[in-house]
Every structure is written in structure tokens, then in C-alpha cells.
Nanobody, 128 residues
Framework: QVQLVESGGGLVQPGGSLRLSCAAS????????IAWFRQAPGKEREGVSC????????YYADSVKGRFTISRDNAKNLVYLQMDSLKSEDTAVYYC?????????????????????WGQGIQVTVSS
């Protein structure tokens, strides 16, 4: 049974850092595309980053490029999202998701419709 569970969210001041974890079960994280999405109140779900999803393996949305880093630990079957230099506009519920199909080579690897399994989400609040 495929399951994704996020952890590591919370409240942080602007300029601070948080590391989110996505614990996967029922599959190996090195075999499928895994992505992080976020959704702020009143806004559409936005793709943040993905791994195993592009020719370069990793892809970032322009809004987080240079500030967020995605990585995985195959031994622990975890995917991380290291978030640095956080801004108030990063406040959202963050989700990890897994795609059963091949995402590599697609023009929009962070299209939510490509992802089949989702975690329950975790709140990240950036505020002073």
C-alpha cells in the first residue's frame, strides 16, 4: 500500500529555514518521480520541486530556485525539502506526491495531474 507522510513543518521567522521530510512506504523513492507542492489559502496548488522528474533529475519552480533544495535518502526511503531564506509568501500547506508514470521529458513536470499519490499535507508558516 502506497503511503506518503510529511513532517517537519511549523512556524519560522522570515529568513529562517525548515526541512520537510516525506516518508514513503509501499514503493522505493528512487524508482518514481516525487514532488513537493504547496497550497496557500485561496490559491491554486503550486508545484515547488521534484526529483526523478527531469533529464537533470531535479526541477525547481522559479519561485524557490536558489532557496529550496530537494534530496532523497534511498536507505531510509525519504525525500527532503530543505527550505532556506524563507519568505512570508512561502506560507502554505506543503504536500509530497508520487507519480506512477514517467515524468522525465515532459514540459511541465510539476503539473499536479501527473501525480497519483499524495500525502496529507503539513503547514508551514513564515511570520515574525
Amino acid at each position: 500500500q502506497v503511503q506518503l507522510v510529511e513532517s517537519g513543518g511549523g512556524l519560522v521567522q522570515p529568513g529562517g529555514s525548515l526541512r520537510l521530510s516525506c516518508a514513503a512506504s509501499g514503493f522505493s523513492v528512487d524508482d518514481y518521480a516525487i514532488a513537493w507542492f504547496r497550497q496557500a489559502p485561496g490559491k491554486e496548488r503550486e508545484g515547488v520541486s521534484c526529483i526523478n522528474c527531469s533529464d537533470d533529475s531535479i526541477y525547481y519552480a522559479d519561485s524557490v530556485k536558489g532557496r529550496f533544495t530537494i534530496s532523497r535518502d534511498n536507505a531510509k526511503n525519504l525525500v527532503y525539502l530543505q527550505m532556506d531564506s524563507l519568505k512570508s509568501e512561502d506560507t502554505a500547506v506543503y504536500y509530497c506526491a508520487m507519480a506512477l508514470g514517467v515524468v522525465t521529458g515532459l514540459r511541465r513536470p510539476l503539473n499536479p495531474r501527473l501525480y497519483d499519490y499524495w500525502g496529507q499535507g503539513i503547514q508551514v508558516t513564515v511570520s515574525s
